[in-house]
C-alpha cells in the first residue's frame, strides 16, 4: 500500500506546505505497526523532528521510518534533516 500511495502522499505534503506557508510548523501524525509518531515540519528552518514515545526503548533513527523519504522528495529542494526527539 505504501508504494502505491506515495505519488498521492507527495502531492499532500506539498499541497500543504503551500496552502500553510505562513506557519512556523506543520504537524503531521504518522501510524506505523499500530504504533503513532508525530512529525514536526518546521519548513522554514528546514528541520523535521520525530517525536515518537517509543524512541529510547528501540533505539529508533529517522531511517528507520518510511515517511522522511516521501518528506524529502515532496519538498525539495528544500534540505530537509531529520532529528529524533527524546520523549
Not at 5 to 11: D, P
Not at 31 to 49: C, E, M, P, Q
Not at 71 to 76: G, H
Request: hydrophobic share 40%.
Amino acid at each position: 500500500m505504501y508504494k502505491d500511495m506515495k505519488v498521492e502522499v507527495e502531492e499532500h505534503i506539498r499541497t500543504m506546505v503551500r496552502y500553510h506557508d505562513a506557519k512556523e510548523f506543520i504537524l503531521a501524525p504518522y501510524l506505523a505497526d499500530g504504533h503513532w509518531s508525530l512529525f514536526n515540519i518546521t519548513i522554514k528552518v528546514r528541520r523535521v523532528y520525530i517525536l515518537n514515545s517509543t524512541f529510547i526503548k528501540g533505539g529508533k533513527n529517522p531511517n528507520q521510518y518510511r515517511i522522511p523519504s516521501v518528506i524529502k522528495s515532496a519538498l525539495l529542494p528544500r534540505g530537509l534533516t531529520f532529528h529524533m526527539v527524546q520523549c
